[in-house]
């Protein structure tokens, strides 16, 4: 039994039971590339309208993310009429959402997408529009009636007290439903932010993904400091995520002007291993190909979506040194592993790390470099691991055990399992058992 309780972790509770997000979400959303711009005169191409949604939806399918995984396509805020209507109901803005929501709705679910949306908890959204509160059921049934699949619920302008109640509240009116509507409870970010702990418990309950902390902007900064947040506090987060329930640090920044191709990689190797939500916030006619690259890479993708959805940690933080290794386990059991420079300055440095640093189990690997850059190797159960990486840069790595013979590291697809003892005394191995 207790064997069973450790495999099952934490599905034991009783997460929100939508049968959704079994694996992070994936998809488009517009808050980080287009904030609230609602001047189509002056910005035709960029304003929140459903011309957006609707070349974004084109794009999404026609240049092979949708086939990638990204399959949810969200509006965020600013999409509202400043006011109800006289029946109290939400009204999208009339000039720029002229076919209304159901209709954009309908669009979406044609290109085989899923529609999302943002609202917020409180009396206002972030961004001064029509927030829920007060207003739960009728907005719970307007979204759905326009086939809302998931919905983001914003905390601004509600307190603490409110939120407690009213996140798990509107859940279960989602749930009641009957139309599977993915939920994300900003939640925490307006606890976490004034040293109130959040029960994670109660929202991996209620929520399938939770942003946890300060938004993302587009920098470097913003990124590592997100990061730095994350691996600071993995211990309390990381046992809360899992299939139906995921930590959430915010939208994908890659293809867009602040970061390098290197620091874009980074993001993307540390979102796999953190088992985030991949939520792309850019102008997809404008990505460079080599962004989109990193977006479509399939082998991180995977690592991201596996199944066992295990968050990883950051196993290894030498500050004075600017490296951090981010570890995550797989399914598979082999372990992809980010090594990441945050130095600013300097050229590429060789490093070299044992297996205890990266906490991998001392076996032999066939080491796959996930960013495609290196050749196959093969690292020895004794040997240190030895890459060069670019300053705010990533070097991405799966670590493949292989058994003890020349044959097992030369034939990648086949090799064997017979030889390896996994050591389960790793705190990657351990599951948490939340109750
Ligand atoms: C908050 C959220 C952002 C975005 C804006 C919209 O700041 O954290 O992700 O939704 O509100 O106003």
């Not at 003890?404 to 058992?433: A, G, I, M, R």
Request: proline share 5%; hydrophobic share 35%.
């Amino acid at each position: 039994m207790l064997r069973l309780l450790l495999i099952c972790g934490v599905s034991l509770t009783q997460a929100l039971d939508n049968g959704l997000a079994l694996t992070p979400p994936m998809g488009w959303l517009t808050w980080q590339r287009y904030r609230c711009l609602t001047d189509c005169t002056t910005y035709p191409d960029e304003c929140i309208s459903e011309k957006l949604i609707k070349r974004t939806a084109d794009m999404l399918v026609d240049e092979g993310y949708l086939e990638a995984g990204y399959d949810y396509i969200g509006i965020d805020d600013c999409w509202m009429e400043k006011n109800r209507s006289a029946s109290g109901k939400l009204v999208p803005d009339r000039e720029r959402f002229p076919s209304g929501m159901k209709m954009l709705g309908k669009y979406v679910h044609s290109k085989g997408l899923k529609f999302g949306i943002y609202q917020d908890y409180g009396t206002k959204t972030c961004a001064g529009y029509p927030g829920v509160m007060g207003h739960e059921q009728t907005d719970v049934d307007t979204l759905v009636s326009w086939g809302v699949d998931y919905i983001k619920l914003d905390g601004c302008y509600s307190k603490p007290e409110e939120m407690k109640t009213g996140y798990p509240d509107f859940g279960r009116m989602l749930n009641k439903t009957g139309r599977p509507v993915l939920y994300s409870c900003s939640w925490p970010a307006y606890l976490e932010p004034d040293s109130i702990l959040p029960n994670y418990t109660v929202i991996a309950e209620n929520c399938n993904l939770w942003r946890n902390w300060d938004d993302i902007e587009d920098s470097w900064q913003s990124l590592l400091g997100i990061m730095n947040w994350f691996g600071d506090n993995q211990e309390r987060l990381a046992p809360f995520a899992g299939p139906g329930h995921w930590n959430d640090p915010d939208m994908l920044l890659v293809g867009n002007y602040g970061l390098s191709l290197d620091q874009a990689r980074v993001q993307m190797a540390v979102w796999a291993v953190l088992a985030a939500p991949l939520l792309i916030s850019a102008d997809l006619a404008r990505m460079r190909p080599e962004f989109k690259e990193i977006l479509l890479n399939r082998d991180i993708i995977a690592v991201n979506q596996d199944p066992l959805g295990k968050q990883g940690l950051r196993v290894y933080n030498d500050s004075k040194h600017h490296r951090q290794i981010w570890t995550r386990k797989l399914s598979d059991n082999s372990y992809a592993v980010a090594f990441v420079s945050t130095r600013v300055d300097g050229v590429p440095y060789a490093v070299s790390f044992s297996h205890g640093d990266m906490k991998i189990p001392a076996q032999n690997y066939r080491v796959q470099d996930l960013y495609n850059e290196e050749e196959d190797r093969k690292l020895g159960a004794d040997e240190t691991f030895t890459t060069r990486i670019n300053p705010t840069g990533v070097k991405f790595f799966k670590f493949i055990p292989v058994g003890q013979s020349e044959e097992d590291f030369k034939d990648p697809e086949e090799h064997t399992l017979k030889n390896v003892n996994f050591n389960t005394d790793n705190d990657l191995d351990k599951t948490v058992v939340v109750v």
